[in-house]
């Protein structure tokens, strides 16, 4: 039996916008993930068979190895055409906010959005949700914002029109939120929602191969090479730091989605808690920052406190404005701070 996160009244307010309101956009993240792209393409397709016009509005494209999901080549890129992008949020009855937390998590989207009179609706299992929202339904303890579509759609009544391509996207989001189930995902009632899934039509081990097997040669080969030559441990502060530059990234043909889970690979040392990883962003004109820790070990905390960033627990990011070189340096002395920090979660990266 599923149980389902969302009671009727959690609801109801966007039962009765449906009631009048036509034109949805639904917006998602930078850098967008399977997570992203999967809750937005499932909501999108929902909305679509409840005869709406729906449609995904994304702030930079998605990697290729997304591209496969039903719908995907329907998603409109704010950075290909600002123009439109505005007018479609301008034009917009409600706009659907899923898989972050704060505008800021939506780039130049932001701003059409803040002014936008839409109904602006969250949807999201990010901690500390904004204040912009007319109607918040945030879940941080949720593996994905696409197993909160899926309970969504459930709670509306709506078990029914979730069909093979809805649930495709939904599964795809969990499996990446959670590495193909192997962490936040302790959770037998996100299992009875996978089955249920499984038994809508979809094919979890495809999409495995199709997100998972589906690297180019020099990807690969710039996985080794970040192995070898770019992976530095620090085991007295049971961390790791991963760093590639623009220049690196070139050598190897780097497309969008080529590090995805880079800053995964350190936890697999034996005692690394905390992983790092560092990426020159020549095109945004910064840092991109990833980190990853293990049980209770505040990745975001370790980067709000240092980086101005956020996320979950287990898995952050953020933004450095500066040379790689100034956030490695920024990085160490972080470690160190924490490392005199008096706090019990804190001082066991510490312990040997
Ligand atoms: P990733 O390392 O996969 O890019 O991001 C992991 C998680 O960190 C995301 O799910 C998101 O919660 C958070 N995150 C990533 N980038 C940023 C950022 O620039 N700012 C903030 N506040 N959170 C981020
Ligand atoms: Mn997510």
Known sequence: MIENVFSGSDVSEFRIWMGWADRYVILTHMGPDGDAIGSSLALCHYLKSKGKEAVVLVPDSAPDFLSWLPGASDIKVFADDPDASEALVYKADVLC??????????????????YSKAKKFLLDHHPYPGANYDVTLSHPEASSTSELVFHFICALGDFSLINTEIAQCIYTGIMTDTGALSYNSNNSNLFNVVASLLEKGVDKDSIYRRVYNNYSESRLRLQGFVL???????????????????????????????????????????????????????????????????????CNRFSSDFFNGGGHQNAAGGEFRGTLSEAVKRFKKGLQEWSRSNEDCIKQLFVK
């Open 97 to 114: 906010c899923l898989d972050f937390n704060v505008v800021g998590r939506i780039g130049k989207v932001a701003a059409s959005f803040l």
């Open 228 to 298: 070898c030559d770019k992976m530095e441990v620090f085991p007295e502060m049971s961390t790791a730091l991963i760093t590639l530059t623009d220049k690196e990234l070139q050598r190897f043909n780097y497309k969008k989605g080529d590090t995805e889970g880079f800053v995964n690979m350190p936890l697999q040392i034996n005692g690394v808690l905390l992983s790092a990883f560092f990426r020159e962003d020549k095109e945004l004109g910064i840092i991109k920052l990833s980190f990853r820790s293990v049980g209770n070990v505040p």
